[in-house]
C-alpha cells in the first residue's frame, strides 16, 4: 500500500502536472507569436527600404537631358569653326563627366568627388559661354571628405545655367559654397538672375520651381526622413540663392 505522503505528492503531481503543461504551451505559443510578428515586422521593414531604394535610384537617374543635347550643339559647333583642339578637350571633359554619371550607384559620396563632378560640367559650360562665365568655390576643407547626395551640387549647378545664364544676356556669376555648423552640411549655390536688381527678397518652395530641384528634395526625404533638412530658393537682388541643409555625415 502506497504511503499516505506518496499518495498526497502524485496526487499533486497529477493536478499540477497539467496546469504547468498547459502554461508551458501557452508561453511558446505566445513567444512562436511574437517571433512571426517580429519576422513580418523585419519583413516589412526590408520591403520599405528595398522600395526606398528603388525610389532613390530611380530619383537619381531622371537628370534632366537638356545638358546632353546642349553639350552635343556645342561640340558641332566647334566641329564646323574647325576648333579642334577646343574639340578634342570638351570630349575628353564630356567622357569623364558621362561615366561619373553612369558609374555612381551609391546613395551618398564624398563631397570632393561631386565637386570633381561639378568642375567637369563647368569645363564644358566654359567653351558655351566663355570669358562671360566666371565660377567662384569656396569648400571647407573638412567638408571635403563629408558625405552628400550624387549629383545635388551639380543638379544645382545646372538648374543656374538653364534657368538664369541661358534666359540672360550679360555677366554669368556662379558662386559655391560649402560649409558645416553645429552638425549640419550646408551648400549654397548663388548666380546671376536679372540684369536690373529687384529690391525685394522672395522665398520659393522647391515644388514652384523645376524638377531638378523637386528630385532633390525627394531624395533628402528618402534618406533623412527623421532629420532635420531643408532646400530653400530665394532671389536677393539680381541674383538667385539656392540652400540645402542637412545632417553632416562622414
Known sequence: MMPLESFSLYVLICVLAPLVGAFTLSFVMIFERQIDNLQKEASKLALEKELQHANYDQLNQQIQPHFFFNTLNTMLSLARLDRKEE???????????????????ASLI??????????????????????????????????????????????????????????????????????????????????????EPINEKKEYSPQEEGYGVRNIQKRLDLLFPEQVHYLKMRYIGNETLVEVKFPLTK
Open 87 to 105: 574639340l578634342i578637350k570638351g570630349l575628353e571633359v564630356m567622357a569623364k563627366f558621362f561615366k561619373f554619371k553612369y558609374v555612381t550607384h
Open 110 to 195: 564624398k563631397v570632393e568627388d561631386e565637386i570633381a563632378y561639378v568642375n567637369n560640367y563647368l569645363d564644358i559650360q566654359s567653351l558655351r559661354f566663355g570669358e562671360r562665365l566666371e565660377v567662384i568655390k569656396n569648400v571647407e576643407a573638412c567638408c571635403k571628405n563629408a558625405l552628400l547626395p550624387p549629383f545635388m551640387i551639380q543638379t544645382i549647378v545646372e538648374n543656374a545655367f538653364k534657368h538664369g545664364f541661358e534666359k540672360n544676356i550679360g555677366p554669368a556669376r556662379l558662386k559655391i559654397n560649402v560649409y558645416h555648423s553645429d552638425g549640419f552640411m550646408y551648400i549654397e549655390v548663388w548666380n546671376s538672375y536679372l540684369i
